[in-house]
């Protein structure tokens, strides 16, 4: 015997429906809860009474005293008295102070009174123009010859002298330092300048040029002069 099912009872035949119109209704609930505002009215009875306190404040009056009144002035005379002023006054004279042609001079300066101060001057000249070169201790001959042995010399000190920073040898820093320096009128060297790729060896390049000897100062018309020399001191890595 097969049981049959009833279609005008069916429990399910509807439920998508239902199930639409809850989930329609739960969400007007629950944005009708988000859009929900409330007022407390308690708080803004508070604030009026408040306002209305600070508003009904007392204003002080005070006293405001009037200025004092101008002094009065006197008034004029009517009656002006006329004094008669029979003094004699001297005019004075004012003389020009200034001289014309017809006037003498009174004191008259001699030459020899006259004192002239020589000021000695900080010429420089260029080592490859400057009449006698400076000249270094042992160097001997004409112009040419002192020329080529200073150049020869201050080579050789160089290279004797010379001692490679360690910190640029651990670097591996080497270039060329280009160095300048004066040999003043008292044959001193001076104002040593170099410029190169690190401080380090401009530093070893001044240490170097500085050890050199005193020299003969050059000259120029039979006058100790400055002479500015440059070299050029190459630092290479084997």
């Known amino acids: 015997m097969e ?7 069916a429990v399910g035949r ?22 929900y505002k409330t007022y407390d009215n ?4 508070l604030d009026i009474i408040q306002i209305d306190e600070e508003l009904e404040e007392d204003i002080p009056i005070t006293n405001v005293t009037a200025p004092p009144p101008p002094p009065v002035q006197p008034a004029a005379p009517e009656v002006i008295t006329i004094v008669e002023d029979n ?6 004279v004012i003389e020009s102070t200034e001289s014309n042609q017809n006037e003498k001079i009174q004191d008259v300066v001699e030459i020899d009174d006259v004192f002239v101060e020589d000021i000695e001057e900080d010429i420089e000249v260029p080592f490859a123009i400057v ?9 001997i001959g004409n112009r040419n010859q002192l020329k080529k042995c200073f150049n020869d010399k201050v080579l050789d000190h160089i290279r004797k002298t010379f001692k490679y920073p360690i910190r640029a040898q651990e670097m591996g820093i080497q270039g060329k330092v280009f160095v300048m320096f004066i040999v003043d ?12 790729p690190d401080i ?7 240490r170097i040029i500085g050890t050199l000897p005193k020299m003969k100062a ?21």
Do not use: W
Request: with cysteine.
């Open 200 to 206: 380090a060896l401009e530093e070893e390049a001044k």
């Open 14 to 35: 509807n439920s998508s429906i239902y199930f639409a119109i809850g989930i329609n209704l739960m969400l007007l609930c629950t944005l009708y809860g988000f859009e």
């Open 87 to 92: 003094e004699e006054v001297e005019e004075t």
């Open 131 to 139: 009449e006698s070169v400076p000249v270094y201790p042992g160097c």
């Open 42 to 45: 308690q708080d803004q009875r």
């Open 3 to 9: 049981l049959k099912k009833n279609p005008n009872i």
């Open 185 to 196: 009128t008292e044959g001193n060297i001076s104002h040593i300048r170099t410029r190169g």
């Open 218 to 238: 050059g000259r120029q018309r039979d006058k100790p002069v400055n002479v500015p020399y440059a070299i050029p001191i190459s630092f290479k890595l084997e």
